[in-house]
């Protein structure tokens, strides 16, 4: 058992002073942004107005091909006063004009058929262009203190905002001039700026050979500015991985998708000697009416041709036909399309093992010192792990195998029985195959530990077991899973189009199934592999699942064999359980804790559920689902809080309501009130959040937040907003978490969210050399005091990960394992517990309370992390209350609203 973890986080060291940086700087002048801007609104003659310049374009231009500069800020096409660019030295105005006149030459209309207002468009082109050369912005020396934070009132570190970019790119560009040397080679990293941070990407690529296929790949390490709760520094998080290239060819895009490519070109001056530095973001798409892939707008790609006309740049079209001849680099130009799983297969697997992933991190602590050091190690927070489970551990006696599971389905009959109150277990199976259906019939029958079905019975079948009832009624799905044919016509849009296939054919389901009554009931559906529809949208399980709600089933889906991948056996058996989760059938197991917490504690997720226009229906839509779970409640434990209602109803009501409000939902937050705009989100978010922790008072409730889904509408979760054991909600101040309840705990949770947002980890061996791992636990910094908040909750490794040795290299491979590239590894995920709330001493002298003993924050973060185990699951990625929760979001399916009626005739 390993006793510390490492995190690849690190901090300001105080023995180094501040980090300060000398940049010579040069502003976005007021007059540019008027003239550009107003050749650039031309386009929209007609259309709803820009909201700035394509700024980001140009600084990808600046970085590939301006030597010295270092950053460009953000925000400096809007804002004279914000820096733009960020050099080591001052670049001659002769190479700063020609990119800034090829990028002011993209900005009017591409093609104007009225002869008077294209000779507009070409004066004011004209304007601009002489501007550059009539306007030149002075240079001006900046001081940069790239550590330094101010303090907000809960003690959290509050950086510049300038330095989440600035910061990253000074040390991509500090680990870039480092090689790495691993395992006898060395390794080069480019750096690539992102929305967030910045990433370094090994280049050239390396390959891996397996028979007849060779597969490229890079390493990856991605920089993040973060802050955490409570904490007066700053932190930066590396993580690590692969990036892997697309080389089949022809590659074959995403439908309905682009992909991303990365170039590698070289500075397009005659005289220009500085080494190449950046690669840039640019990307491809399938055009429709071209026939072929084309950049899309805005691509570095389409530009560079103008600076270098002694080079020849990839087309899209080559590019996607010769992938790999790119990345091995034509003319000095290089470029590599990023792959993706909707690519096909690729021959060299995801991620690290932790003892490469530590051999990388003292290779960037290295290159941080002096300025930063690694956070210290964590230590064992709790001794309790994990909660009390049913014992999975192997045994050879066939007597305490039978024992096993027989209480395993005594478990199982139970939660049924309280998630039904007692009525029967209706399962409708929609099937396309005789083999998946008997296979979802063998499957239900084990899991609840029923008898066998007698022979010819393939329709109805029917089982009574103590308290438990069930009845399955299969039939064939038949047409109900073809692709949707989706028309458009008389001027509707595609989402409105999509949404009158889906409405006809959940109709069509719903008579498909007997006519609703009693309790909710389960359908488990068959349907085709998602190759199966190619057209876009014609994929039918949003109107399957939302004609099962209408029937009142709660739905399920599972493959066709021919279409799947893995055993039928073991995947029935997963549409079961997820059904059975469904119907609202799954408890927490009984906490195992050192000091009692609360004999009737319950608890409470919150999760905002987003639709974008690209989600399944096409159509935007918002709900705040709240769920609720009671451990001890012998009818119906887990319940969600239904707005409309204004009750807890049994899980299986919430998701079948969910459902039908989203049929009628467009920017909708909740039934019965529009939200169109971001404020009124957040209003209406907040108010639901008011009703919410109003409705869980009666009884002593840890509630618990993920703050990356949520801080959008509720910004009191951000963590310039934290304060202990107080709650700020509508802008306002922080007050007491205890006037929202006596007995109310909170925690919050962060994930990564592709944001970086949590560090990657890994548990350093007790000695040089033991080779590092992965270990199950919650963690806590070893210099924390009794009332620190903060925790890390980590899990181990999922039977699906397989056995790939923790020593594996997959960057450069060991000779013992040339295959290791082909190796997936696991990289389980760290969650930061934030105990934001509890009956700290503190708390409870400010409530004036003596009767009840303050709590310790670990034990309220342990319940927490304890959450995550379940007996039906593997670990979970959060805690069961948010898992249950988020699931809900496969019932919110908004629909565009149907054609309004016509006048009546009469």
Known sequence: ?????????????????SWTERYRVLSFPEEWRTEFTDLYTRRWRGRGQPTGLPIG??????????????????GAGSNAQVPWFYASEEMPDTLVAPLLASWVMTL?????????????????????????????????DEYVRLTAADLTDGGTARPERRLYHLLPERIGARLADRPLHLGGAELRFRPVTRDQGVELVSWPPRTYTRGTRTWYYSGLVTITLQTVPFEARIRVHVSYGIRRWATGAPIRLPEGRGATVLLDAPLPWADATAPRRWLTLNSLAFDRRLGLPTWRRHSLVDLLPELDVLRAYPKAAELVAEPAAWLEGKGGVGAGVLYSTAMGEHGVGAGLMPLERSLIDRWVEEGLRPFLRRVSDSGRAHRQVKPLLLPTSPTKDPAEEEARLRRRRQARRAAVAAALDGQPLVVDLLWQTEETRDALVTALREWLGLSAVPDGAHGDVEWRLGEVHVVVHARPLGALGAPLDITRSNGRSRSNALADAVRERAARTAAHLPSPGGPVGLAIVETLGPERFAARDSDPKPALRHGCAVAGRVSQFIVVPEDAEGPLAHRARSAVADGMRQIGAV????????????DNLQYLGLWYVRRLANGPTRQRGAHLVALRIRPDDPSHPVRGWDDARKEWVPYPRLLLALAADAANMSERTGPGGSATTDEERRQEAERRIRAVLYQVRDRPTLALANTGNLRDVWP??????????????????AVRIALHGA????????????????AQWYAPGETLDETPGISAGLWVAREADSDNRIFHSTVGKPPTAGTVRRDLRKLVPDNRWPHGPAATAWNPQALELTVLGCLSETALTAAGRTDIAPDHPAVVAVVAHQLRFHDEYHPLS??????????????????APPPAAGPNPG
């Open 1 to 17: 058992m390993y006793h510390v973890i490492s995190r690849t986080a690190y901090e300001p060291d105080p023995r180094a002073g």
């Open 57 to 74: 374009r140009l600084n990808e231009l600046l970085r590939a091909t301006a030597p010295g500069l270092v950053a460009t800020g953000r």
């Open 108 to 140: 009017p209309p591409d093609k104007e058929p009225d002869a008077e207002r294209s000779a507009d468009h070409r004066a004011s082109l004209d304007r601009a262009l002489a501007l550059i050369d009539r306007h030149k912005p002075p240079w001006r």
């Open 587 to 598: 408890v927490p197991p009984d906490q195992r804790l050192d000091e009692e917490l609360a």
């Open 716 to 733: 009191g979760l951000g963590n310039g907003h934290l304060v202990r054991d107080r709650l700020a909600l509508s802008g306002g101040p």
């Open 743 to 758: 007995d109310l705990r909170m925690v919050l949770l962060r994930d990564n969210n592709n944001r970086g947002e949590t």
């Open 878 to 895: 959060r805690p069961l209350p948010l898992h249950l929760a988020k699931l809900a979001e496969e019932y919110v399916l908004p629909l």
